[in-house]
């Protein structure tokens, strides 16, 4: 009689099991190096930083063109209002409006908001203040991974 050994092609279940367990290891290892929460916040950082400076670039250019700062900026520090975008200044409150900013587009079309939305109901998300001698300060207060946004001119 005689025998035939038939050999199978393929893997076996453990070596299948191996490879899967190493390539999920490589993949964590991956996306910890990436840290996508990280990379986002850093973003919003980033646009927090294009804001601020934006905002403060229209009040000085403001100030250009009248001689004079936005006389609603105080010397306490407050969320700015969000005006440009319907909200009558009635709603404003206690937010600073710097809607001289936004009237007619001339300075700002619109001013801008927190990336991760408003911190009042009004309010952008960013303050600002004067000093007694004039110098403007504009800050993110929601800045993310310990970061310190403020600009002062």
Request: glycine residues 8%.
């Amino acid at each position: 009689m005689k025998h035939t050994l038939h050999s199978k092609r393929g893997f076996t279940l453990l070596e299948v099991l191996l490879v899967v367990a190493a390539l999920g290891i490589l993949a964590g290892i991956v996306i910890l190096a990436i840290n996508p929460s990280k990379q986002l916040a850093d973003t919003r950082n980033s646009q927090r930083k294009v804001d601020v400076n934006t905002i403060l670039n229209a009040v000085y250019q403001y100030a250009i063109d009248n001689g004079n700062l936005v006389s609603t900026i105080t010397t306490t520090n407050g969320d700015i209002c969000l005006t440009g975008t319907g909200t009558a200044s009635a709603t404003c409150g206690s937010l600073i409006e710097l809607s001289q900013l936004t009237i007619l587009e001339k300075y700002l079309v619109r001013m801008p908001i927190d990336p991760q939305g408003a911190t009042s109901t009004f309010g952008t998300g960013y303050y600002i203040k004067k000093t007694a001698n004039g110098r403007v300060t504009v800050s993110a207060v929601a800045a993310e991974n310990g970061a310190i946004i403020s600009v002062t001119r």
